[in-house]
């Protein structure tokens, strides 16, 4: 059982700030004095316009460009032909585009690759590489054409990222068949041996992954609870004896299993 937080992607090379920041959004930081990405992307733009010429470039880069480093692939390796099950808050698709099995996935955080109703009108979410290719091709001054601006096709009302970040995130039928395996999975596997396997899970979501980990792994003595984690190593006492922590770049112990295994 794999929990995956954004520091699995950070080992991947998917950083939000220094350098990869500076290319992307040199005229951003410029007007504005923005620290990272992450940071911009909490920005009121007075204009819709610019509001998604940040937007557009920031969802191209971290969800349509692939990792400078090849992490996933190499932890697909270690775990393909195996039972496996994927739990992840990242919304920058890279199980995906490692090719781990779809059915074997679940994002409890949405998907930068998906809009939906800002309303919202519908549980419904919609494909946005297209226009999204659109507005980075088409923008000029950090200001894309009018007419790019996406709207529901339902209402009208203007589309955002499906993203859970308030109370009007939408679950559509995907990500309600994904929560379905997952808890088949787990419901499945009670009592049995298993590893729970943290990679980069930080505080932030810790309730989604880290906590139920903690958890489960005290309800099964036949469980291992493994946390790579550089910096955030960790685990509660009541579990030390069945627990490996790895305060290391995720990026140098999968390398690093990949030689020996």
């Not at 009018?146 to 709207?151: A, G, N, Q, V």
């Amino acid at each position: 059982m794999i929990g995956a937080g954004s520091g699995l992607s950070t080992s991947a090379g998917f950083t939000y700030d220094g350098e990869r920041f500076e290319r992307y959004f040199a005229d951003f930081k410029a007007k504005y004095h923005f620290r990272d990405m992450y940071s911009g992307g909490f920005y009121p733009f007075a204009e819709p316009e610019e509001y998604w010429a940040y937007w557009s470039r920031y969802i191209y880069i971290n969800r349509y460009q692939d990792a400078p480093k090849p992490v996933y692939d190499t932890l697909l390796k270690r775990v393909d032909g195996k039972d496996y099950f994927v739990l992840t808050t990242n919304v920058d698709h890279c199980f995906q585009k490692a090719e781990f099995d779809k059915k074997r996935l679940f994002y409890t955080q949405g998907d930068y690759g998906l809009f939906q109703c800002s309303e919202p009108c519908c549980q419904e979410t919609f494909d946005n590489e297209a226009v999204i290719r659109e507005m980075v091709k088409r923008q000029e001054n950090m200001q894309i054409p009018t007419e790019l601006l996406p709207t529901c096709p339902h209402c009208g009302k203007s589309m955002t990222m499906n993203l859970r970040c308030n109370d009007k995130f939408v679950e559509d039928e995907g990500w309600h068949a994904a929560a379905e395996r997952y808890s088949n999975f787990l419901r499945t596997r009670s009592g049995q041996k298993i590893l729970f396997l943290e990679l980069g899970v930080g505080y932030n979501t810790a309730g989604i992954i880290k906590y139920p980990f903690w958890q489960m792994t005290a309800a099964n003595p036949r469980a291992v609870f493994a946390c790579i984690n550089k910096g955030q190593a960790v685990c509660p006492v009541e579990i030390e004896q069945q627990t490996i922590c790895l305060d290391v770049d995720i990026n140098v112990v999968i390398a690093r299993l990949q030689q020996i295994w």
